[in-house]
């Protein structure tokens, strides 16, 4: 008799700590995204804080500004966020092309600088920096995101950028 209970209680006592576990390890945003986003090309939509998706009277300059990073051999996938006169790119380097980061960074930022002066860019091959503006870009594209809120966010992954720097 004591041994059954003990028994049972052992089974419930597991059952109950595997589902405490699996309740506990879910997450309350869908992440379908960012999860993959280490592994996989993601190839999200340039996006403006302001605008939502590229504006053609800005003449596509985000747009155009993943499309000349994109153009490294070495980058694999881009994003770009754009809030006012500052953009944000981010992009990730294929694997063994990762002992040229320096050679890459120094390139993409010349190319850019001198192709639009007039902006300021913050980039970076940093994989935080990458998903946080994924998860930005995600937020830009949901309806009646309101505009303060999508700054702030611009500016946190800007103080990030310069943490690492």
Do not use: W
């Amino acid at each position: 008799m004591f041994r059954k209970r003990r028994i049972i209680h052992v089974s419930c006592m597991a059952f109950l700590t595997a589902l405490l576990l699996l309740t506990g390890c879910s997450s309350k945003e869908d992440g379908k995204t960012e999860g993959l986003a280490l592994i996989k090309r993601t190839n999200p939509e340039p996006m403006d804080i302001i605008h939502g998706e590229d504006q053609e009277d800005e003449r596509g300059v985000i747009s155009k500004v993943k499309e000349m990073v994109s153009s490294e051999d070495a980058i694999y996938d881009v994003i770009v966020v754009k809030n006012g006169k500052k953009i944000i790119v981010a992009y990730k380097v294929k694997h063994l092309q990762r002992f040229h980061m320096k050679k890459i960074d120094k390139n993409v930022t010349k190319k850019l600088e001198d192709k639009y002066p007039k902006y300021t860019f913050i980039i970076s091959s940093d994989y935080k920096i990458f998903l946080e503006s994924v998860r930005l870009n995600e937020l830009l594209k949901e309806k009646d995101v309101p505009e303060k809120k999508a700054k702030k966010k611009f500016k946190e992954i800007v103080e990030l950028h310069k943490e690492l720097i």
